[in-house]
Nanobody, 118 residues
Framework: VQLQASGGGLVQPGGSLRLSCAAS????????MGWFRQAPGKERSFVGTISWSGGSTIYADSVKGRFTISRDNMKNTMYLEMNALQPEDTAVYYC????????????WGQGTLVTVSS
């Protein structure tokens, strides 16, 4: 499975941005997909995840109510809708895919930079 993340950029505080993650290859094997982020000088952290079949979602407390993950199975694409962005949301955002039934994140995209600044 190959993952291509896109949609990052510069946004003002309070603004919105939508990231995309296009999957290709053995997409039929995907169990779930997720978003992670790594802020400058910090470790990579979990943002949220979505099950590929049922579409159920889980979010980190820090983004709950502001971020929404969705997917389009026909396009093999996952989205991250980010609202009410704050400077602390500045990070490189990575998408990941799991084909192990929930045991590990097997595949990673290259990351897309989101900068929240006035």
């Amino acid at each position: 499975v190959q993952l291509q993340a896109s949609g990052g950029g510069l946004v003002q505080p309070g603004g919105s941005l939508r990231l995309s993650c296009a999957a290709s290859g053995r997409t039929f094997s995907i169990y779930r997909m997720g978003w992670f982020r790594q802020a400058p000088g910090k470790e990579r952290s979990f943002v949220g995840t979505i099950s590929w079949s049922g579409g159920s979602t889980i979010y980190a407390d820090s983004v709950k109510g502001r971020f929404t993950i969705s997917r389009d199975n026909m396009k093999n694409t996952m989205y991250l809708e980010m609202n009410a962005l704050q400077p602390e949301d500045t990070a490189v955002y990575y998408c990941a895919a799991d084909d192990s039934g929930g045991r590990r994140w097997s595949y990673w995209g290259q990351g897309t930079l989101v900068t929240v600044s006035s």
